[in-house]
C-alpha cells in the first residue's frame, strides 16, 4: 500500500522535539514529595506524559481530591519552571528537519500535553513564535487521546485527516491520532518504548528525528 501524500505533520513536544522527559519526571518527583503523597516510579510517570497535567495527576493518584490538585499543580509548575531557567534542548537534528520540511511546502503544528503558558513559554526560547501554521495545547482543548486539537489543526489548515502525520513518543499521541483517522510515526527515544507504541500501529518507529524527513522524501 502505497503512503498517502501528506500535506500536514503534527508534533507532539516534550520526549519528541525536545528533550524534557527528565525534568517532568523529577518535578512529578519533587510535587508528589510536596504534597505528602508516596512517589510513583518513573516509569509511572513517564507512561502519563502526553495527558494534560490535571488529567496526568489524578491517573497516577486517583484519590486526590480537588484542593490537594491544585495545590500539586502548583508545586509542579513552580519546580518545573525553575528547571527551565536554562531550556530543556531539543533533540539533534530537529532544527534542521523542520526547517527543510517547512521549506518543502508542508504545514507544520504542535499538539501537547503543555499547558498554553507552558508552551509559549518554550516557543519563545526557541524563537519559534510565530513558527508553526498552528499550536495546541492540553488546557484550551480536550486532553489527548481525544482528536479535538487534531481535528482543529486540521481545520486551521484546511487538510484532511489522510493527508495528516501525526508524530510522537507516548500511547496518548497515537492513539488520539487513530482516534482522528489519521496516520501516525512513533519516536523512540522519548517517555514510551517502541514496544509499547506498536500496539498504535504507526506508519514509522524513528530512533533520530531526521529519520522522519528522510521517510518522507523517498519515492512513493
Known amino acids: 500500500m502505497s503512503r498517502p501524500d501528506y500535506k500536514l505533520l503534527i508534533f507532539d513536544w516534550d520526549g519528541t522535539l525536545c528533550d524534557s522527559i527528565g525534568r517532568i519526571v523529577e518535578s512529578m518527583h519533587m510535587a508528589s514529595t510536596r ?20 488529567e496526568a495527576i489524578r491517573t497516577l493518584y486517583p484519590q486526590i481530591t480537588d484542593s490537594e490538585l491544585v495545590a500539586f499543580r502548583e508545586h509542579y509548575a513552580d519546580h518545573y519552571i525553575a528547571l527551565e531557567a536554562e531550556p530543556s534542548p531539543l533533540f539533534e ?3 534542521q528537519s523542520l526547517a527543510a520540511l517547512r521549506e518543502q511546502g508542508y504545514h507544520l503544528a504542535v499538539a501537547t500535553g503543555k499547558a498554553r503558558r507552558g508552551l509559549d513559554r518554550v516557543l519563545k526560547a526557541n524563537g519559534w513564535e510565530d513558527y508553526f501554521d498552528i499550536t495546541r495545547a492540553a488546557d484550551e482543548t480536550a486532553s489527548k487521546p481525544h482528536p479535538l486539537m487534531l481535528e482543529q ?51 514509522l518507529t524513528i530512533d533520530r528525528f531526521s529519520q522522519l524527513h528522510a521517510w518522507l522524501n523517498q519515492a512513493h
Open 93 to 95: 537534528g530537529v532544527v
Open 153 to 203: 489543526i486540521m481545520a486551521h489548515c484546511g487538510v484532511s485527516a489522510r493527508e495528516s502525520l501525526m508524530v510522537g513518543d507516548a500511547s496518548f499521541d497515537l492513539l488520539m491520532a487513530r482516534n482522528a483517522g489519521m496516520d501516525s510515526v512513533a519516536v523512540s527515544y522519548g517517555a514510551q518504548s517502541p514496544e509499547a507504541l506498536q500496539a498504535y500501529e504507526p506508519r
Open 35 to 54: 504534597s505528602g503523597f508516596e512517589l510513583c516510579s518513573d516509569l509511572a510517570v513517564k507512561g502519563i506524559i502526553g495527558l494534560g497535567l490535571p
